[in-house]
């Protein structure tokens, strides 16, 4: 157990909808990482937030936007889905202020797995 | 921009025998981290071992150990006495240096590792 959750497991929705997926990182990171797997592009970084702060994009649709709250939880909105969206969502953490090396490493979060009809 | 291959789509090892995945990255950077995640049938995101560009010890980590070439820019991992349990698709990861508060992953494509009895 990495010690990050993710909400849902399984998300199930037609074309044209939106979803929000919740992470919620291991207890003292500050940063949280969304990225997206699926089969023909393999895992991409989506979006960084740092200690509430956007820190960096990556191949992120304009459809899609995250933020990340006072207690350090984060949500990933995608809205207008499309079938092309369906694939497992993962959220990371890393960068603890106290304890323990390694604050560069990212722990994974068992990922949302959501299917566009 | 950085980019990370593996080249090996499958692989394959009898149990209890030595295997090698290969890895290698493109960057100019100096300062970054490499790392290998499994991630088995369940699609957790689990980490085997890490790296980081500065130190010229290869990494270990019980079974698994990984053999750093910064001038080749290559990062292999080796699974020794191979188990059931290590069955599971293996992904390199290159992640920028520059302090804790930033830097994505950057992933290969996979390699997919399957363990016979």
């Known amino acids: 157990d990495s010690g990050v959750t993710q909400t849902p497991k399984h998300l199930i929705t037609a074309t044209g909808q939106r979803v929000t997926l919740r992470c919620s990182p291991r207890s003292g990171d500050l940063s949280v990482y969304w990225y997206q797997q699926s089969l023909d592009q393999g895992l991409q970084f989506l979006i960084q937030?740092?200690?509430?702060?956007?820190?960096a994009k990556g191949n992120i649709l304009e459809r899609f936007s995250a933020q990340q709250f006072p207690d350090l939880h984060s949500e990933l909105n995608l809205s207008s889905l499309e079938l092309g969206d369906s694939a497992l969502y993962f959220c990371a953490s890393s960068v603890r202020l106290t304890g323990g090396p390694s604050t560069d490493t990212q722990y994974f979060g068992p990922g949302t797995r959501l299917t566009v009809l | 921009a950085q980019t990370v291959t593996q080249s090996q789509p499958e692989m394959s090892v009898q149990e209890a025998e030595t295997v090698t995945l290969s890895c290698t990255y493109d960057t100019s950077e100096s300062d970054y981290y490499l790392f290998w995640y499994k991630q088995p049938p369940s699609r957790q995101m689990i980490l085997v071992i890490r790296?980081?560009?500065?130190?010229?010890q290869n990494a270990t980590e019980n079974r698994f150990s990984v053999n750093f070439q910064k001038a080749a820019k290559s990062f292999s991992l080796k699974i020794s006495d191979s188990q059931l349990g290590d069955a599971a698709m293996y992904f390199c990861a290159y992640r920028s240096g520059g302090g804790g508060s930033q830097g994505n992953l950057i992933f290969g494509k996979g390699t997919k590792l399957s363990v016979k009895p």
């Open positions: 937030y740092y200690n509430g702060e956007e820190r």
């Open positions: 790296q980081e560009a500065y130190k010229q």
